[in-house]
């Protein structure tokens, strides 16, 4: 039975590998005409003509030229044109405070009165004896007249006259020194005093600022920008950067150096400053110097920063290969920048008032890329309201 079954078997495997071949052929006939007809989309994308070169939308402007000066930025320090501390030249206690912190008050007006009740009292002794000795003077000298007295006693009758005459001088004087009074018109400091307190000599009561119209700024400036100014000069100043731009003169000039900075410092007066300054505040001090200098203005955004330099792109015409109108391509250049007026960047060097500078989408722009067909609307002149 076992001999009858082997040709079965055999038969069986003979069927199952001739399937399993005609299966891998057929697998193979599938892969070769997939490859075959992706090798002719190959092919054919290769033999096919570029797909045509899209323009990228961009702002050109035209440089318009202008003239700056060589400038530092500085800071400076505001300072009334008067400002003393107020302090008592006499010991005591504070009787009366006539002025309120942060107040104004007028020259002559009192401030503190220091106790002086016990000065009052001897001036009217010395009052008294002043009065005591003129009349034994007037007796002296009339008996001196009459020749019943003799010299010495008219001079003894004189010094008497005249040592009673500065006790009461040197006691009005030491009474005025407990009056505390206003040198001039001043906005008053704040400070911290009270009756019944007692004050030494050289207390500090409070600081007095001058109210006028006008404040000092000082500054100081390097040696090669002090050389190069001179007293009446213009300054510009900015109490901040956001702050609208004040102008100042220069009045004075340091008679000598700083030993260690090499700086010197210049004061410079600023007329009708507003009321947000104050003596004290720091403030930001534009000095120009040197000749003019002739530049370019184009806006910021025209500004390419890179590790390799500075540039802007320049849009040129092009000659177009099918005899078409001529096309509009970047061009990078390298350039000089010095400085800003407001949004716009000065250039010293690198451009010429007739080109065309890529603006507005720089940032798009590289070597040679297509920037759209000429056409002279397509030039933004640079506005006078943008240089502000």
Known sequence: MTAKRKPFAWRSRLLTLAGSAGLLIVVGLVIAAIGWAKMRQIHAAMSAPPPPEMPIAIELVQPKPTQFRSSTVVVGSVLAHRSVVVRNEETGIVTKVAMTPGGKVQAGDLLVQIDDRVEQAALKAATATLTQARTSLERAQKL?????????????????????????????????????????????????????????????????????????????????????????????????????????????????????????????????????????????????????????????????????????????????EDGSAPSLRARSV??????????????????????????????????????????????AFVAEGNLQ
């Open 144 to 320: 001196q007249r009459a020749n019943a007295s003799t010299a010495q006693e008219l001079d003894v009758a004189l010094a008497d006259a005249q040592r009673a005459e500065a006790e009461v001088d040197r006691l009005n004087v030491l009474i005025d020194r407990k009056r505390i009074t206003a040198g001039f018109d001043a906005k008053v400091g704040l400070f911290d005093l009270h009756v019944g307190q007692y004050l030494d000599v050289g207390t500090d009561i409070a600081t007095l600022e001058g109210v006028e119209d006008y404040l000092h700024v000082d500054f100081a400036v390097p040696g090669h920008v002090a050389d190069r100014i001179e007293v009446g000069d213009t300054v510009k100043m900015r109490p901040n950067a956001s702050s609208p731009v004040l102008s100042a003169q220069t009045i004075a000039m340091d008679s000598r150096a700083d030993p260690q900075s090499r700086s010197l410092m210049v004061r410079a007066k600023l007329n009708s400053p507003p009321k947000t300054l104050l003596p004290g505040d720091s403030i930001l001090v534009t000095v120009e110097y040197g000749p003019n200098i002739d530049a370019m203005l184009v806006p910021q955004t025209a500004i390419r920063r890179a590790p390799t330099g500075t540039t802007v792109f320049l849009a040129e015409e092009h000659p177009s």
């Open 334 to 379: 390298s350039i000089v920048l010095a400085g800003s007026e407001g949004t716009m960047s000065r250039i010293i060097n690198g451009i010429s008032l007739d080109d065309r500078v890529v603006a507005n989408g720089s940032f798009k722009v590289f070597e040679g890329s297509l920037l759209g067909p000429v056409d002279a609307d397509s030039v």
